[in-house]
Structure formats: structure tokens, C-alpha cells
């Protein structure tokens, strides 16, 4: 039975009017196609730590290497795709070849910069070391970039698409604002749901293994979750009744698309517990720090001029705000 004929059943059964089949096969069809290959690209970071010797990369070392391709990331201003796709090499790479600590950080310069070609982005190589405070020379990123798209070739040239967190949030937002206009619910989803912004509190979830290592449909259910009940929260004490029973309706169909997704509820709760320990963390802190210390060493011949002195340039902290719906 297909996606859009499951919800469509149910929604009967509960007696709430039926999305339109025809309209919403295109989304249920790429929900299916992700749910198909979603373990292939979200592998079992535990197999990180099984059987460690003292000098390979830990699960801490693999979390600092996130933080750093998030601080790349914007420092480039490449798109959010090339570091989901990063993350994704990244994690598939560690949990199939035991890598020595010392090689941590040029395999994530090298996953980034494979991301950014697969994306169709250029980076200019001697920037990209710079940025990245040298911790390897240019042949060693590209030869290390070689190495990563030699061992997931399968990944990186069979499928047509990735089935990263990132894709499963985009069509679950796309799922819950179809029916919530087909329902006709007033407050669609997209205008309590800001995409850019569940996007960057994704990151920070992939930015640590206490969240990360679930399935990336579940991350992404949950965060979508969690920020429904957040939204709730701020409706029930302003006693905005009206807003609280149009929430109620979307967190309805959380529900649907987890059994969808064949979500166990002991992993979502596990999941959840997990990402609100990690987004609470993020929101208390005024400022996030990226882990690489933000202050670079520049060599003279990085710059056009004449320069007679190496020096150091302080980089300003990356601010992130947390808006909030009214």
C-alpha cells in the first residue's frame, strides 16, 4: 500500500477530510523513494566506538569535525545542501574505515570539498586550506577527497538522490503544508514553520552524536515536533485558544507521518529527549562558538600585495538567532 493511499485510509478512519491522492502522490512518491534508501545514507555512528584504539577518531572528534565544516560552511556562504551532503560522506567514511585522530580535520576539509563539487560548487583550493588554518597541505585534501570518493562511490554515483535529514524535513514540511491547506486549516504550516530556520537547528542536531545517530526521518520528525510544542507553549500562556486549535491540527499529522515512516514510539521518545537536551543547550548559549578557535594565521602570499609579515586576523563571533513566531 503507497503512502498517499495509507493517509488517506486513515484520515477516514478519524474522520477528518482526505487529502487529495492525486495532488499528493508527487510528495508521497518522494517520501517513499527517501524512506527506501534512508538507511543507506544515515549510518550507525556506533560503530564508531566499537573496538577503539586510543589514537583513532572518537565520537567527540567526529562531533568537533561537524562544527567545523558548519563554521566553512558559513564562512564560504556555501548553501546548506553541501553540508548536509559533507555530513553525510563524513559519517558513511567513519563508520566504514577506522581513521586515525590525527586525520580527522583534512578528511573534513576533504569531505567538504567533495561535497561542494557533487553540489556543482566550486571552492577555491587555497582559500579552502587557509580557512581551515592549514591543517593539511592542498595535495593532501585533494588526494584525501580522491580517497572519499573512491570508498562511496556506490553512494555518490548510483542513486540519483541523497536521503539526508535535510530532504526529509523539506517533505515532511511539504506534507504538512498540503494538508493543512486541504484541510482548511487558517494557519498554514509554512507560516509557523520557518524552513531556514528548522534548517539551522539541524544542523546543530547532526553537530552532535547524541542526536545524530538516529534515523534522519525520526531527527527530522521530532524537530518539526519540537517546534510545534514550542509554538503551543507561547500560545497557551498569551491563552491564544484560536492558535493553540490550529497547532493541535498539525501536530495531528506528526502523528500520521510517523506511522508513516514506521517510527516506533520508544525511538521517537528516545529521539526526542536527546534533541531537546541538544536545541536547549543551543538556545541557552547567547553566543555559539564554532569549536575551531576563530583565529586564523594568515600567510602573506594568501594576499594580493605587498606584505612583509605574517599576522592574525580575529574573526567575529557567527551570531544565530532563534525567531520566535508572534
Excluded at 100 to 112: G, T, V
Excluded at 285 to 303: G, L, T, V
Aim: aromatic fraction near 10%.
Amino acid at each position: 500500500m503507497d503512502t498517499s493511499r495509507a493517509m488517506d485510509q486513515r484520515s477516514k478512519r478519524r474522520g477528518w477530510p482526505s487529502p487529495d491522492a492525486l495532488n499528493m502522490k508527487p510528495i508521497a512518491f518522494n517520501l517513499e523513494e527517501a524512506l527506501a534508501i534512508e538507511n543507506t545514507y544515515r549510518p550507525n555512528l556506533l560503530v564508531i566506538q566499537q573496538d577503539l584504539l586510543p589514537w583513532e577518531v572518537t565520537l567527540n572528534d567526529r562531533d568537533s569535525a561537524i562544527h567545523r565544516l558548519r563554521f566553512l560552511r558559513v564562512w564560504f556562504d556555501l548553501p546548506q545542501s553541501v553540508f548536509f551532503t559533507a555530513v553525510t560522506y563524513l559519517d558513511l567514511f567513519l563508520s566504514r574505515m577506522k581513521v586515525q585522530e590525527k586525520y580527522i580535520r583534512c578528511l573534513a576539509i576533504s569531505c567538504i570539498h567533495a561535497a561542494a563539487e557533487k553540489e556543482g560548487y566550486s571552492l577555491d583550493d587555497h582559500k579552502l586550506e587557509a580557512a581551515s588554518r592549514n591543517v593539511c597541505s592542498i595535495r593532501d585534501m585533494l588526494r584525501m577527497s580522491d580517497i572519499v570518493k573512491e570508498k562511496l562511490r556506490y553512494f555518490i554515483n548510483i542513486y540519483d538522490r541523497s536521503a539526508t535529514c535535510a530532504d526529509f524535513l523539506t517533505i515532511f514540511l511539504e506534507v504538512l503544508e498540503y494538508i493543512s491547506r486541504r484541510w482548511e486549516v487558517r494557519l498554514h504550516a509554512s507560516e509557523v514553520l520557518k524552513k531556514d530556520q528548522l534548517l539551522v537547528r539541524l544542523e546543530v542536531l547532526l553537530s552532535d552524536s547524541r542526536s545524530a545517530y538516529f534515523r534522519s526521518s525520526i531527527l527530522a520528525l521530532v524537530l518539526i515536533k519540537l517546534e510545534l510544542e514550542g509554538l503551543m507553549a507561547q500560545a497557551v500562556s498569551s491563552r491564544s485558544m484560536y492558535f493553540v486549535g490550529e497547532l493541535i491540527q498539525l501536530l495531528a499529522a506528526i502523528r500520521e507521518l510517523q506511522l508513516t515512516c514506521k517510527i516506533k514510539t520508544n525511538e521517537l521518545v528516545n529521539c526526542y529527549h536527546n534533541a531537546s537536551i541538544v536545541l536547549k543547550h543551543y538556545d541557552d548559549s547567547a553566543r555559539i562558538r564554532c569549536i575551531a578557535n576563530p583565529m586564523w594565521s594568515y600567510r602573506p602570499s594568501f594576499y594580493k600585495g605587498n606584505f612583509y609579515r605574517t599576522f592574525q586576523v580575529p574573526l567575529d563571533i557567527i551570531e544565530e538567532q532563534n525567531q520566535i513566531f508572534p
